[in-house]
Each structure stands twice: as C-alpha cells, then as structure tokens.
C-alpha cells in the first residue's frame, strides 16, 4: 500500500514493512503529528525516496523477502539524510549491530515495539534531521556567500592559521584555497603587507579591530589601494562568553581592493572642484572681458585716429593690443575648462585622426590654427617628429567626441613629454582598446568598450602632491613665462563633456603617463552616423566687410565704455548709431524709431538679460535682427539659432557679424 504525500509542514516520514497489518499500526501510530509514507518492500521504499526527497525518517522492518532492512536502510542513505529507525527481533541483533556501526541507522526497537518509546525516537530522529538540514542549509549560503563575494574573505583560528577563505583572498597570496589553508598569513607575506600585518597584530591585541588602506602591487604590476579589515570574533557584540568559548582567539581578514572606489571619489571632488571655479570664472569672465572689449576696442580707434608715428610709441601701442588680444584668450580657456565651448560631437575615427596628427607632428610643421587656439610659442617645430605613434593592428571602434579638440588635446599633451624632457627623451602616443572601465556608469549607447589615446614621456616627472593638482586651473610646473596652466584644465572639462576619463600616472625622475579614455559606440549608433572627416587645418582669412552707409544700428550694453567702442566702430565705417543702457530702455527705442535695422545687444545685463529683450523687441518687430555680444553667456539664456559674437571682438570681427546680419 502506498500513500502520497500532502502538501503540509509535519515531517514526512517513511514506514517499509512488508507486513500490511503492521503498515496500518505504524501509520495509526504516528498520522497525528506526521505525515506518512508507506512502502511494502525496500525497492518501493527506494522508490519513494527519490520521489519524495523531503522524508525526514525512515522506519524499516528487518526481515523482508527480497531485501532485509539494514541493506535497504544502506542504499536509502544514497539518496536520502533522513534519520533511520530499524525494527527487529531478538534473532538479528547481529544485523542490527553491524548497521549501527556503518552509521546506517540512528536507532532500533524490537518487535513488538512500545509506542511511546517508538514515538520518542521517531521525533529525536525528525529533529535531527531538520537541524542537520538547518547546518547544511546554512553552510551552502555561507560558502555561496564566501565564493561570490568581491573582495577577499578569511578566518583564522586561535593560532592565527587560515581555516576558511575565498578564492579572492587566496589570490591575494599568489595561491590557491588549498595552498593556503593550514597556513600562517605571515608565512605568505613579505613587503608592505606584511609590515601592514604585525602593525595590525598590536592594534588587535589592544582592540579587537584595525583597518588600514594600503597600495599594493596588483598581479600587472600597477600598485592598488586595499581596505584591510581585521577583526577578533570575541569582540564582536552579542554573546562575547560563547564565542570566546567556542571560538577562542579565533579572527576574520578582510581585504577590498578599493582602487576604483576612490578614484570615483577622487573624481567627484575633482568635478565639484571644477564646477565651483567654473562659477567664480562665469562670474568674473563678464567683467573682465568687458574691461578687455573696451582697452582693445579703445586702442584701435586711437590708432585711427592718431597713428603713432615714433617706432617706439608703435611698438608700446602693440604691445598692449598683444596683452589685450592673450587676456581675452586667456579668460576662454579658463570658461573652456569647466564648460567646453564650440564643441561639435560627432563620430570620431580615433585612428585617422591620430595618423593626420602624425602626419603634421613629422613634417614638424605647426597649422597656424592650432598655434592660434593653442596660443603657444611653438619653436624648435623639428623636435615633434621625435613623438613616436603606435596604432594597434585591430580595428577601433568609433567614438563620440570633438575630433578637433582630441587633435588639439594629444598635442598639447606632446608638447608637455616633450618640455617635460630638455635633454631629450623617448615620448610615445599609444592608441588602444580596452574593456569596461570600472565605476563608470555609460548610457544605452555604449559599447561597453574604451578606446584610450596615451602619451607617455621618460622625462622628470612629477611628486604625488604635484600629480594630485594638475587639473587646478593655473597650476603649472613649468617655469614662468612658459605656460598659463590651463592646458590640462580645457583637457579635463573637454573629456568630461564627452563622458570620458583623464587618467595620469607619473613618479618623479620615471617619466608621465596621460591617459585620455573616450567610451566607444554601440555599433547600431555608429553605422547610422557619418564619420567625421579628417582634414587638414587651413588658416581662415577674414575680409573686413563694406558698410552700408546710413542704417541704423541699435547698440545696448551696460558698460559705457563697451557702448563707447561699438559705437566708434559702427560709427566709423558709416552706421548711424543709436545707444541704450539697458533692455528697457532698448525696447523704447525700438517702439521710437522704425529706422533701427539692426540691434547688437549684450546677453548679461541687470534688470533685463538679452534673451527677454530679444524676445520683447521681436513681437514688436519680429523682423528686426538682433545680434548677441558676450564676454560669458548661457546658452539657455538666448533663442535657438541665435548669433553670438564672443568678447572681447576687434573692430573687423564686430563688422563683420554686422554686415553678415543686415545682408541675411
């Protein structure tokens, strides 16, 4: 007779006898608190088990045709744990006793059995079975927990030798779990970790805890930042007395490689570093190059109208239209390292563009363009055909980004190797492809790759203090008069726009390594886009434009003497100039005067920014075109498609934005 199981939480248990009567009894006996299986031979008992793997004991008849209970109870314990209870007579006792030596059974009661006695062994059996279930429940989590933590775990007994650890810790020692179970962690040391080591042991003895971040030589070579976490199990809370009883001296070893951790860290603080300098230089870059509009616009006009006539007084007057001309360049690059400007993203061939920088970099000449933007003295152009390039033989995937400033950002980077070594050296760029830098969060349109520019020099190097400044705006190491510190700066906010990473390592008298990391293209993005096409540099020639005489333009700024020199520009090539100090006073003069075709307007300005102005004057004259003036704008400020000369301007490029607006 057999009986399937119910959906219940009493414990299973199985009763095998080949005696139906006594079938009936037992599952009398015990259906109250149990729930029963019956089977009247071993081979169904063995059926049973292997259909219900949740029986908790098993009670079997010894004496049945075909298969005597101590051999079933035998192979039961290869498909089942459950606890075994074996019924006898006084004539198999020998049986009985070689089964309780294999271990096969855990109890036996004699035919005819006492019912109490039978159910207290049936639920000391049940018992045994939940707890050691419990044990082995609790020990898969643990070493399910153990194998797949990311960092390294360990215990170490009284005697300080590992007893339990992960395959992470081990690799720590350069072996396997097996290799260093048994063993002494001083025993596989050597170096800092060691060191490390007996300064813990005294801070364990004092305290029962210490941690300490170190670096340390990862399995490359680069040296890594480890979290090393020891704690002594008796000092932790709950019962101190019972562990200290069961697990004497015993300690856990924890060790986080936390390299990537801090370097997000390091490079929040460098990106809220950046956004509070970018504030202060917005707030300060309006001013300052309303200052400059007005000094080199001032300049100019006294040029036209009073030409120096001595060498020297021409060449004073040039040397401040030189300082006016490198202050405004200098203020752009200050805004251009927190808040890239003129950016043009698009898909980048990283390989073309480094081969037409090599390309130029041999020939060892300069396109004026990239002396201007770069505003550097360029001499001794021969020694860039000492930069060596290395492309790697497998395709690259394309990326996102500027392809002018990546060109613009690798030869700075160059010129840096290069000054970084005076006596002369080797400097290298490296292009590769990497795999997923780690901590960085990428949208839906990353490949899940990195392409990584390098440039790498064998020059003098840098201190760690030095290293951990170098995207300060103004921070340089290079002497006076030879570099404005920006360089890296504009570097760091053009591949953050980007979504990528700037990465420098760099060690005094071994040399530096700049690492620029742009995320690649999801392949579906890239073959719907364009790649950007690589062409050379050609120097731009403006041509200074005609004025119309007798039109009117409006010009509204709050700073005097920028009003001042607009309108001496305008005025001198033949415009008919009216002034307004503010958006207010421009929206009265439009109302006024239907003869203004034209408004050159300032965006920052009190009361009114030039945004709101524009759009006032446009529902009174929606044709009325309005060019914007700016020494530092927000681009949300203005209407789309809008016209925008940056200061401080020359007189041509002002007239020259004029003449394009009034022909438009």
């Known amino acids: 007779m057999n009986t399937l199981p119910e959906a219940q939480t009493h414990p299973v248990v199985l009763v095998v006898d080949d005696e139906p009567e006594i079938l009936v009894a037992l599952a009398d006996l015990l259906e109250s608190a149990y729930s029963v299986l019956t089977a009247s031979s071993g081979q169904e008992g063995l059926a049973l088990l292997r259909l219900n793997p949740d029986v908790a004991v098993i009670i079997s008849d010894q004496r049945m045709p075909g298969m005597t209970g101590d051999v079933f109870l035998a192979q039961a314990r290869d498909v089942s744990a459950a606890g075994a209870i074996l019924l006898t007579g006084y004539a198999d006792i020998a049986a009985v006793e070689a089964a309780l030596n294999r271990g096969q059974i855990s109890f036996f009661a004699y035919k005819p059995w006492d019912d109490e006695t039978l159910l207290s062994m049936v639920g000391q059996a049940a018992e045994r079975y939940r707890l050691e279930n419990e044990l082995a429940r609790e020990r898969l989590l643990l070493r399910g927990l153990l194998d797949n933590l990311p960092f390294g775990l360990a215990f170490k007994d009284q005697d300080g030798c590992f007893i339990r650890l992960n395959q992470q810790m081990a690799q720590c020692f350069g072996r396997s779990v097996a290799e260093t179970i048994g063993h002494k962690e001083e025993d596989l040391l050597d170096g800092p970790r060691l060191e490390s080591l007996r300064q813990a042991q005294r801070e364990l003895a004092d305290s029962g805890r210490d941690q300490q971040v170190i670096q340390l030589p990862g399995e490359d070579g680069q040296l890594r930042w480890h979290d090393l976490t020891r704690v002594r199990l008796d000092s932790l809370r709950g019962e101190p007395a019972q562990v200290a009883s069961i697990l004497p001296d015993y300690s856990i070893l924890i060790d986080r490689d936390v390299t990537d951790l801090l370097n997000l860290e390091q490079r929040l603080r460098q990106a809220q570093k950046m956004q509070a300098i970018g504030t202060l230089a917005g707030g300060i870059a309006h001013d300052f190059n309303n200052l400059l509009t007005a000094i080199q616009g001032s300049l100019e006009l006294v040029q036209d109208l009073e030409p120096p006539k001595e060498a020297s007084v021409s060449r004073l007057y040039q040397n401040a239209m030189d300082a006016a001309r490198r202050g405004g360049v200098l203020t752009r690059k200050l805004l251009d390292f927190s808040r890239p400007r003129h950016l043009v993203c698009q898909r980048v061939d990283v390989r073309a563009i480094m081969e037409d920088l090599q390309g130029f970099m041999k020939?060892?000449?300069?396109?004026?363009?990239?002396?201007?933007?770069?505003?550097?003295?360029?001499?001794?152009?021969?020694?860039?055909?000492?930069?060596?390039?290395?492309?790697?033989?497998?395709?690259?995937?394309?990326?996102?980004?500027?392809?002018?400033?990546?060109?613009?950002?690798?030869?700075?980077?160059?010129?840096?190797?290069?000054?970084?070594?005076?006596?002369?050296?080797?400097?290298?760029?490296?292009?590769?492809?990497?795999?997923?830098?780690?901590?960085?969060?990428?949208?839906?349109?990353?490949?899940?790759?990195?392409?990584?520019?390098?440039?790498?020099?064998?020059?003098?190097?840098?201190?760690?203090?030095?290293?951990?400044?170098?995207?300060?705006?103004?921070?340089?190491?290079?002497?006076?008069?030879?570099?404005?510190?920006?360089?890296?700066?504009?570097?760091?906010?053009?591949?953050?726009?980007?979504?990528?990473?700037?990465?420098?390592?760099?060690?005094?008298?071994?040399?530096?390594?700049?690492?620029?990391?742009?995320?690649?293209?999801?392949?579906?993005?890239?073959?719907?886009?364009?790649?950007?096409?690589?062409?050379?540099?050609?120097?731009?020639?403006?041509?200074?434009?005609?004025?119309?005489?007798?039109?009117?333009?409006l010009v509204v700024d709050d700073e005097p003497g920028v009003r001042a020199v607009t309108s001496g520009f305008l005025q001198r090539a033949g415009y008919a100039v009216v002034q307004s100090a503010s958006g207010a006073e421009a929206l009265e003069a439009v109302a006024a005067r239907s003869d203004i075709a034209l408004v050159v307007m300032d965006v920052m300005m009190p009361g009114m920014n030039g945004g709101e102005a524009a759009r006032r004057i446009h529902q009174l004259r929606p044709d009325l075109p309005v060019l914007f003036v700016t020494g530092y704008s927000d681009i949300g400020l203005l209407p789309e498609d809008v016209a925008v000369l940056h200061k401080p301007y020359t007189r041509a490029a002002l007239l020259e934005g004029v003449q394009a607006m009034l022909v438009a």
């Open 363 to 553: 020939r060892g000449k300069v396109p004026e363009d990239v002396r201007r933007m770069l505003d550097a003295e360029l001499e001794g152009n021969s020694r860039f055909s000492s930069v060596d390039f290395v492309m790697p033989d497998e395709a690259l995937p394309p990326v996102w980004t500027d392809a002018t400033q990546l060109e613009l950002a690798v030869f700075s980077l160059c010129i840096n190797a290069l000054d970084a070594q005076p006596e002369g050296g080797s400097t290298s760029v490296t292009v590769r492809q990497v795999a997923r830098l780690l901590g960085r969060p990428v949208g839906r349109d990353h490949a899940g790759a990195w392409v990584v520019v390098q440039v790498r020099d064998r020059g003098v190097g840098m201190t760690e203090e030095m290293r951990a400044r170098i995207f300060d705006p103004f921070f340089t190491t290079k002497d006076v008069g030879r570099g404005t510190g920006l360089g890296l700066s504009m570097i760091y906010g053009f591949i953050s726009h980007c979504g990528g990473e700037v990465r420098v390592e760099s060690t005094p008298g071994g040399g530096t390594s700049v690492e620029l990391w742009f995320p690649a293209m999801d392949a579906e993005l890239a073959e719907a886009m364009p790649a950007q096409q690589v062409e050379p540099v050609q120097p731009v020639v403006r041509v200074a434009p005609v004025a119309v005489t007798g039109q009117t333009v």
